[in-house]
């Protein structure tokens, strides 16, 4: 514990016990039965990794470095909410003394010192220090847990309520509690997930130095046990993974052994075998039997009884190892199989499957393994369910990035009352997609939760945006827009430098700024002036600012202190300094330039200055350039080759892939328009007089 928590535990000695017994604790009798009624009605939180998430990860180069990111998530499942209540004023460190609210049955509550709040500048709001711990360990005989062979730095985190994890628990609250990463509150509701996912700033392991194997993957909350909690065991989650290519690694997509594990995994989820919505087809690729004993069980929703035209198949190399395909029910019954020798595929028909949830099982025929195999699932489907945006409504909502997120809520049906899912998308035009972010932690929401909580972090500051919600059945999907917009306004976070002179400052931008404003309300009613800047050193204390010593400091500048920095570059001073350009000062920087100078600058094109630039390329010429293809200009690029053999049944073709599908699309368009169907592989025969084998 740092001495500013030490000094700021002991300060705080008079409101951290707010129920205390008396001094020497309970004695016995009816004392220490009272004592032990009240401890048994505290209503304490509980907080757990989520599993599911840490599968959610990539492994990348950055600078030298190899990183492991991790996406996580953090839940309370315990029979009250954790309530942070940042301090103020601040520390002289810049830290804020962190309470825990623990609230009792009777509406009471009680207080106790539980960490620090920091600012976070790469996330423009305060996180709670050290919220989460990420290791890798060796795995020792038996699945034992061996010792750390790389750790990331202990994760702060704004923590909010984010995404709904169990609305079953007592106490679960609808909405959530806690939706802000403001200056002084932050918690997590009962039944509710705060989650990180793996590109957000921390969210890495450096594993540069590790070499291939195979690993526990852990996640630890609350490393440091600064929060209590209904119980102090369950803190640390752990799932397995492959570092480099192994001759018998599990793929991604593991541990899916069983249909009772699988069926744990969130739908559609980030390497998820519970595959949940797959219209209008799934494909899974870079699958592994990895050994004599794997099996891998996906679960798929069918919500419609299924046609001819629906299957679940998988294809594979024989020379890797002959795979056996069976289709399971809701019970993991198997209710068909295809187990041919020597193929590259085995099928499996949906057709006559009533409406349900059903396993596709794969395994080595005769205990043979397979380095690579796809697995593809194609649904039945039938009417498309309905999605209504209602938040955010007609108008403009502002919310402050970094501060402010926001729940964007929906109405969802569907005609045959199927299973939905929802996942949301921000755009900064309406009807177009186009610039859009797929909000990552919305991903195939269950339609019935009718909202999602969207982390300001994913979107850009000062951005005006449409809400899209596409809407899926498991056999189609549809979409809806938002009847207005959200803005994320840019974070007050000061709008100048503390120690310039300039407009008022909000006393939520700066902890220092805080401090001053209550000693000098001018400083944030009126300007914040020479007196303001003066006060950081004398009610911050803080050197901070230093105009004046001839030194141009961090935080001076030529506009805020001249006379340490100098005067500021101007038009005409002979240098083309940062703020000029060839337009407003081309004294300095020269003449702009135009087209006909004979160089094809950035602002030129071949289409806007051909004199510089030259023609723009076009079908024909002989060039395959990069906005051609095969199926826009054959002559340039060649013909296309057939994405599947005409034999089978599969997506459409180009017409021009072979002399057969030429004369079949012609009789029969929709075989190159919309799906190389059964009756496209019947007319192999009937128009090329071709037999199929």
Excluded at 537 to 546: G, I, K, M, Q, Y
Excluded at 564 to 586: F, K, Q, V
Aim: glycine residues 12%.
């Amino acid at each position: 514990m740092s001495k500013a928590l030490l000094g700021a535990t002991a300060a705080l000695s008079a409101i951290v016990c707010v129920a205390c017994a008396p001094e020497g604790g309970p004695g016995s009798g009816e004392d220490a039965e009272q004592h032990q009624q009240e401890a048994a009605e505290a209503l304490l939180p509980d907080i757990v990794v989520r599993e599911s998430d840490l599968y959610d990860r990539v492994i990348e180069p950055v600078g030298g470095q190899v990183l492991l990111r991790l996406s996580n998530a953090t839940a309370n499942i315990g029979l009250g909410k954790l309530q942070l209540i940042g301090q103020l004023p601040a520390n002289p460190d810049g830290t804020q003394t962190v309470l825990q609210r623990v609230f009792s049955s009777d509406g009471s509550f009680s207080d106790q010192v539980a960490g620090q709040f920091l600012y976070h500048p790469d996330h423009s709001h305060v996180h709670f220090e050290g919220w989460a711990a990420y290791r890798l360990r060796q795995i020792l005989p038996g699945d034992g847990v061996g010792a750390v062979v790389a750790e990331g730095q202990k994760t702060s985190f704004c923590i909010i309520d984010i995404s709904v994890y169990d609305s079953t628990l007592p106490n679960f609250v609808p909405g959530g509690e806690f939706h802000g990463c403001g200056a002084t509150t932050q918690g997590l509701s009962v039944g509710w997930a705060d989650v990180y996912s793996k590109y957000l700033t921390g969210q890495n392991i450096d594993i540069t130095n590790v070499p291939p194997g195979e690993y526990w993957l852990e996640s630890e909350v609350d490393p440091d046990n600064h929060i209590q909690e209904l119980d102090e065991t369950n803190n640390a989650t752990r799932v397995k993974m492959t570092l480099g290519a192994l001759p018998s690694a599990p793929d991604a997509y593991e541990p899916n052994d069983t249909a009772a594990a699988v069926s744990l995994r969130p739908p559609g989820g980030p390497n998820s075998p519970n595959l949940g919505p797959t219209n209008p087809q799934r494909v899974v690729e870079d699958l592994t039997i990895h050994s004599a004993t794997d099996v891998d069980w996906f679960e798929l929703y069918v919500n419609e009884t299924g046609s001819a035209d629906d299957f679940v198949r998988i294809d594979f190399a024989q020379a890797g190892g002959d795979l056996d395909l069976d289709l399971a029910d809701a019970a993991g019954t198997i209710v068909a199989s295809s187990a041919q020798i020597g193929t590259t595929s085995e099928v499996i028909s949906l057709e006559g499957r009533a409406e349900g949830y059903y396993y596709a099982r794969v395994s080595g025929h005769g205990g043979a393994t397979s380095p690579n195999y796809t697995l593809t699932v194609d649904p039945p489907a039938n009417g498309a369910p309905v999605v209504a945006v209602t938040a955010p409504p007609l108008g403009d909502t502002q919310v402050i990035h970094g501060l402010d997120n926001y729940p964007v809520t929906w109405t969802a049906s569907d005609p045959e009352n199927d299973d939905t899912w929802v996942t949301l998308w921000l755009a900064p035009t309406q009807g177009s997609l186009a610039g859009a972010v797929e909000i990552p932690t919305s991903l195939n929401t269950p339609g019935a939760l009718g909202s999602h909580v969207v982390n300001s972090a994913y979107l850009a500051e000062g951005a005006t945006y449409w809400v899209y919600a596409q809407i899926t059945d498991g056999g189609s999907s549809t979409g809806a827009w938002s009847p207005g917009t959200v803005t994320f306004a840019v974070n007050p976070n000061c709008g100048h430098d503390i120690c310039g002179v300039g407009p008022k400052l909000k006393a939520s931008c700066d902890e220092c700024v805080a401090q001053i404003c209550a000693v000098d309300a001018y400083c944030c009613n009126t300007s914040w002036d020479s007196i303001c800047v003066g006060e950081v050193a004398t009610v911050c204390l803080s050197n901070e600012c230093t105009c004046g010593d001839g030194t141009c400091n961090s935080g001076e500048t030529c506009g805020t202190c001249p006379s340490d920095c100098g005067a500021c570059p101007s038009c005409g001073d002979g240098t083309c300094n940062g703020a000029e350009t060839c337009s407003d000062c081309p004294g300095d920087c020269g003449a702009c330039p135009a087209c006909g100078d004979g160089t094809c600058n950035g602002t030129e094109t071949c289409g806007g200055c051909p004199a510089d630039c030259g023609a723009c390329p076009a079908c024909g010429d002989g060039v395959c350039n990069a906005t051609e293809s095969c199926s826009t200009c054959s002559a340039d690029c060649g013909v296309c080759a057939c994405a599947h053999a005409t034999c089978v049944t599969g997506t459409k073709l180009f017409a021009s892939c072979d002399p057969c599908v030429t004369q079949i699309c012609a009789a029969d368009p929709y075989c190159c328009n919309t799906s190389w169907d059964s009756i496209c592989v019947g007319e192999v025969a009937s128009v090329c007089g071709q037999t199929c084998p």
